[in-house]
């Protein structure tokens, strides 16, 4: 709960100054260890002065400035009474984009997980893939690792599965190894390819008792397989995710969403920043990006570094990785 009195300090700018006083809120989880995330609030706002005082901030500027940032600080409390978490990142999404109509939204819930677990859509972009797969029956979810794509479109499809909007859910990996071979594994085929499809297991787990996910698996109401298992069918009534497209080849990819059928959904999720192809061979999911992204019936959503959940070091990683190189 915000509390706050207003008080207008005369000078040549006609000045304002307004007290906000903060209940219910854990403040280091507010503005962070050592004020970090307090200061990143600051210098969102230049034109005003903010200062930290216990449970109360006080800031001083022109009337519209301080309107303007009891609008954004609302939404960040908001935020962080319905997530119990508020990282510099979503600070920073909430404060500079005009997705608070977006970020507002009663709905981010999309299932409850295993003992009650909440699954919610927890970033803007996530939302928006959310929003784009109801208007739309084919969904590419582009960005690096770590923004919850793979993760939303699983959830999306236990939902799906649950609300009997569809009859099977399919996800699929195009079996290309980052820089190992799966030829030195040990076991059969499928004791090879488990541990690369292990994220997927993983992410169905949170969402579905195991003996249920056992059940679905034997039963083929759940299905995980490489790409290349998917050649020849036609996928009527089932939720299909294509994880990892970045490594399909354009044959691949082109394969593969071909073969959509009557009532089926289909994401398709990829990081164009990490291919493990060979350096010949394009990737499937750059070209379908470049010929596909204008198309009706079709949506796209980029998530970035400001979509990351993880630790917070994996946004620096992404940041990192993405300056240009210094030529030597």
């Known amino acids: ?5 207003d008080k207008t300090i005369e000078n040549d700018y006609l000045m304002s100054e307004k007290t906000i006083k903060i209940e219910g809120v854990d403040l280091v989880m507010l503005f962070g260890a050592n004020n970090k995330k307090f200061e990143r609030l600051s210098n969102l706002f230049p034109s005003l002065k903010i200062i930290a005082r216990g449970n109360a901030i006080k800031v001083i500027g022109k009337t519209d400035d301080i309107l303007i ?11 962080v009474h319905e997530y119990g978490s508020l990282t510099i990142n979503q600070l920073e999404r909430l404060i500079l984009e005009d997705d608070n109509n977006i970020l507002s939204e009663e709905n981010d819930l999309i299932l409850h997980g295993q003992k009650g677990r909440l699954i919610k859509a927890r970033t803007v972009n996530q939302r928006k893939m959310v929003k784009q797969l109801e208007e739309n029956d084919m969904l590419f979810a582009i960005g690096p690792a770590g923004t919850g794509k793979t993760y939303t479109a699983v959830a999306l499809a236990v939902r799906a599965l649950k609300q009997k909007q569809v009859r099977k859910i399919i ?27 292990q994220p997927l297991y993983d992410a169905l787990l949170d969402m579905v ?6 059940e679905y698996t034997e039963h083929g109401i759940i299905q995980i397989a490489p790409l290349a298992f998917m050649r020849g069918r036609t996928l009527d009534n089932a939720f299909v995710i294509l994880d990892e497209a970045q490594n ?3 044959s691949q990819i082109k394969m ?49 570094e400001r979509d990351v959940i993880r630790h917070t070091l994996v946004k620096k990683i992404i940041k990192a990785f993405h300056k240009p190189k210094k030529e030597k």
Do not use: C, W
């Open 1 to 5: 709960m915000v509390k706050s009195n």
């Open 69 to 79: 940032f009891q609008q954004k600080f609302d939404a960040i409390l908001k935020h």
């Open 171 to 197: 996800l699929t990996r195009p079996a290309v190894e980052a820089g190992e071979n799966l030829g030195f594994l040990p076991g059969d085929l499928k004791e090879k390819l488990d541990p690369y499809l």
């Open 209 to 214: 008792p195991p003996e249920k996910l056992a």
């Open 248 to 250: 399909s080849t354009e």
């Open 256 to 304: 593969f969403l071909t073969r959509m059928g009557k009532s089926a959904k289909f994401v398709i999720t990829g990081d164009v920043t990490q291919i493990d192809l060979p350096k010949h061979q394009p990737s499937g999911l750059v070209l379908a990006q470049k010929i596909l992204q204008k198309m009706e019936g079709i949506g796209f959503v980029i998530l970035d």
